[in-house]
């Protein structure tokens, strides 16, 4: 099974509305990630997980938290976000943070702030 | 700080036709990876092809390859016998060497198959 799971698929919130993205693999891998992307642009790095802790932010702002409650599963907490911010969220897996292992991402879940 | 430029926004090929798609990259590393990601529209992204800087021989796999020029920091992909399920964002990108396992992505080349 090479599949990275997200939900939901679509999402519209509020500027002032809590809400939470969910990534799920079962390969095994050690590493996970979350990328943005906007409409014909590649996808923007925002956090890396290896071996469950987070190893690199890329300087996102506090309005996005990440969370990984154990190996298989990756969240993504939103509070108080932006018009800005409506994207597409992938989320992505690895076998190791190191080496030339392929990046497994998911379809996305697609976020619309009003 | 590792860059990838593919300087082809768009680009066209007729069915059964080959296009080749451009990339080139610019690292201070030796050692690295590199790869050609597509992602159909509104579809899941997935890896075409890998290279390992390593290794002198291109990468092939079925319908694609690369033409991977190290010295040139070059790495474009080659599609054979184009079909339409081909029709895509493609993606160069560049993973370096440091933890982590960063990809760095190219802007990226919408390709459309011509039936």
């Known amino acids: 099974d090479t599949e990275v799971t997200q939900t939901p698929k679509h999402l519209v919130m509020g500027m002032t509305n809590k809400k939470s993205l969910k990534c799920e693999q079962h390969m095994g891998h050690r590493a996970m990630y979350w990328y943005k992307q906007k409409a014909k642009k590649p996808p923007e790095l925002m956090f890396v997980y290896s071996y469950e802790k987070l190893s690199i932010n890329e300087s996102v702002p506090s309005r996005f938290s990440p969370e990984c409650p154990n190996s298989s599963l990756l969240n993504l907490h939103l509070h108080a976000l932006q018009p800005e911010d409506s994207a597409l969220y992938l989320c992505a897996s690895s076998q190791d943070p190191i080496g030339g292992y392929e990046q497994y991402f998911g379809p996305g879940t697609r976020l619309t702030v009003t | 700080a590792q860059t990838v430029t593919q300087s082809q926004p768009e680009m066209s090929v007729q069915e059964a036709e080959t296009v080749t798609l451009s990339c080139t990259y610019d690292t201070s590393e030796s050692d690295y990876y590199l790869f050609w990601y597509k992602q159909p529209p509104s579809r899941q992204m997935i890896l075409v092809i890998r290279?390992?800087?390593?290794?002198?021989q291109n990468a092939t796999e079925n319908r694609f390859s690369v033409n991977f020029q190290k010295a040139a920091k070059s790495f474009s992909l080659k599609i054979s016998d184009s079909q339409l399920g081909d029709a895509a964002m493609y993606f160069c990108a560049y993973r370096t060497m440091e933890y982590g396992n960063k990809l760095v992505f190219g802007a990226g080349t919408i390709l459309r198959v011509k039936s």
């Open positions: 290279q390992e800087a390593y290794k002198q």
